[in-house]
């Protein structure tokens, strides 16, 4: 006879996906839902608690296939440069303006990664601020300020 195993991390993860969902799902369904074609404000939620609802029952089958795998050291520079990078760009961007505000986020989470040089880091933070200017400023016409008043003197 067979016996399975679930890898515990994994389960937590799916069980912590799949209650989320059901979660934002309940709240989601308080609110007006409309059709696909006219949504309301409590479609979009919907589907994106239903997302999460699939994704946690992936990860939960997933979970019962494979053997569980120990945790290794957390990467905690990762975390204190991945995190805020995105917090610094929202408290940011009105004040610098959009390329700075890119550019400065780009480069503290390139600096997340212990491998990464400093010229490897300028040149990925570079790059990424051109696409993200071509891509929101010129091809979605996005109306925002590039440069802000903080950068003018």
Same mark, same amino acid.
């Given at each position: ?26 709240? /989601?369904?308080? =609110?007006?839902?409309?059709? &696909? ?7 979009? !939620? %919907?589907?994106?608690?239903? +997302? ?48 700075? /505000?890119?550019? =400065?986020?780009?480069?503290? &989470? ?7 040089? !400093? %010229?490897?880091?300028?040149? +990925? ?29």
């Amino acid at each position: 006879m067979k016996s399975f195993s679930i890898d515990k991390t994994n389960g937590l993860c799916a069980a912590f996906f799949i209650g989320l969902g059901i979660f934002f799902a309940a709240q /989601s369904l308080g =609110l007006d839902l409309g059709t &696909a074609v006219r949504m309301g404000p409590g479609y979009f !939620p %919907l589907l994106l608690a239903i +997302l999460l609802i699939l994704l946690g029952v992936i990860v939960f089958l997933s979970a019962i296939k494979t053997e569980s795998e120990p945790i290794g050291h957390i990467a905690w520079r990762g975390i204190f440069l991945i995190l805020p990078a995105p917090i610094f760009f929202g408290l940011t961007v009105r004040g610098l303006g959009f390329v700075p /505000s890119i550019f =400065l986020t780009g480069l503290i &989470a390139g600096f997340a990664s212990q491998r990464m040089k !400093p %010229l490897t880091a300028l040149l +990925l933070s570079a790059g990424l601020t051109l696409f993200a200017v071509v891509v929101f400023s010129y091809a979605l016409g996005l109306p925002f300020q590039r440069f802000g008043p903080w950068t003018r003197f």
